[in-house]
């Protein structure tokens, strides 16, 4: 990634990526007004609201997906991506939900990179083989026992991994995000008697370093 910063284009891409929290926030006011909760409810002033939610989120994930295309506004791209992963973390580490505009923002930005630097079919083949695997492994789970055990938004996040850093690097990912949420487990949540971690928060904080040029292979 470029890392000669162009201050417009830094703003704009921040801009398209930060909207989403005070939308986040007044989406649930909204609904919590209404009686309703993020993930349940019917009334038609809910219905409009997440309707409307989920336009806006196209139309920002279209804006940042054309803003990366073009070669002048890839300059800040580090910070762009950085922010959607602690969007998505602080999101699923507090109510264990990966919203779905900031997923496909995630994984649109990732096309959107591997298109300018070549690697498109790659990086779409890797993001689909990725999808698969991980809704073969959560439907089979929820039929074996019953329960979910990964969300429908692990499953874009993981897609979006793979149009970022390639089929390798995801799987590398998703080996150090396994260990570190199980040795956290272990050694913190165990001791509180909880069974649940979210994996997205670990997936996203196990990207951080690749974001600015490490890498696991």
Known sequence: MNTAYDLPALLILLAAVLMPVPAQIALRSVLRTVGLSVQSGHSSTGGIARILYRLLFVGLTCFAGTALWSGEMRAGCEALVAILCLSMLATDARW?????????????????????????????????????ALETLRTGFRYWRGIEALGGGDVILGAGLAAHAGLM?????????????????????????????????????????????????
Do not use: H
């Not at 505009?101 to 083989?129: C, K, Q």
């Not at 150090?176 to 909880?194: D, E, I, W």
């Open 169 to 217: 690097e995801t799987g590398l990912i998703f080996t150090v995000a396994a260990v570190s949420a199980l040795l956290f487990f272990f050694f913190f949540n165990s001791k509180q008697g909880t069974t649940k971690t979210p994996l997205g928060a670990w997936l996203c904080l196990a990207y951080m370093p690749v974001i600015f040029g490490l890498s696991y292979s």
């Open 96 to 132: 264990y939900w990966l919203p779905l505009p900031l997923t496909l923002a995630f994984f649109s930005s990732g096309l959107m990179l591997a298109a300018s630097d070549g690697l498109l079919v790659e990086r779409l083949s890797s993001s689909a083989a990725v999808m698969i």
